[in-house]
């Protein structure tokens, strides 16, 4: 399940990536590893893979690996540099996302859920599963400017499988489980009270998202909000527009 950006340019300097669509978390050296996300939905890890592999004394066989598609040539420029780190980019989806995909994605051709039950059966949709993710996660290189090359690996990797891709035979959606009656009023009443707790004991809404999210009914309350096309962030900045609010109304300091 591994994928390919090779000797890509970024920042006037040459470096490989490593692309994987799935990963298990690995212990790295401090200031080596970035983890983003939440592991209860999807979650972005980047970290360097040669120091990984040194590591655990496995740095000859990824670098067999990583030199599987270089040229005849060995002066060409894109083959595989042993003196420039490569950095891995790992994409971890949990069970039920996959199963959200399997759900709701739909074939263009017959307008029918794929109903994947198996990996092999969900195989030709990992392109899918890697664009998806990394639309889930921006890099800026400045507010509103975002980097190019997150574009590229998002774009232009493809997962390296002896399968065909179903990328463009496919519309990717996730299907939620909707939380009517009890459930979505109970999530909009808790999250009223609340905020409204959070902004009398002057907590801030980073501190109080990290908190919900570690939450063992986070999963409720994340899907009852996704069923209304908002994402984590979304979530995030809903909670934030609340305290402001309350802020106002109350002359809190929050």
């Excluded at 970035?34 to 893979?49: C, E, R």
Aim: include cysteine.
């Amino acid at each position: 399940m591994r994928a390919f950006a090779r000797n890509v340019v970024a920042a006037g300097q040459r470096q490989t990536l490593d692309v994987l669509i799935v990963g298990v978390p690995e212990h790295q050296d401090k200031g080596q590893s970035y983890i983003f996300g939440s592991a209860s939905g999807v979650q972005l890890g980047i970290y360097n893979k040669t120091l990984q592999a040194k590591a655990t004394d496995k740095l000859d066989y990824w670098e067999s690996v990583w030199k599987r598609r270089d040229s005849f040539d060995d002066q060409d420029p894109d083959n595989f540099d042993p003196e420039q780190p490569v950095w891995r980019v790992e994409l971890r989806y949990h069970h039920s996302v996959i199963q959200q995909f399997a759900s709701g994605s739909l074939d263009v051709r017959t307008g029918q859920p794929i109903d994947t039950r198996s990996f092999e059966a969900f195989a030709g949709h990992l392109d899918g599963l890697w664009r998806y993710g990394l639309r889930q996660f921006k890099l800026l290189c400045r507010p509103g400017y975002f980097a190019p090359i997150w574009t590229l690996i998002r774009e232009d990797v493809r997962v390296d499988l002896p399968v065909d891709s179903l990328l463009d035979d496919t519309e990717y959606k996730r299907y939620y489980k909707t939380s009517l009656g009890f459930s979505g009023k109970n999530v909009e009443l808790f999250l009223g009270n609340f905020v409204s707790l959070l902004a009398r004991e002057r907590v801030g809404a980073k501190k109080a998202f990290d908190r919900l999210k570690n939450w063992e009914c986070w999963p409720v309350i994340r899907d009852h909000y996704a069923a209304k096309d908002m994402s984590e962030y979304d979530i995030y900045k809903h909670i934030k527009n609340l305290l402001e609010e309350r802020n106002v109304r109350w002359g809190r300091a929050v």
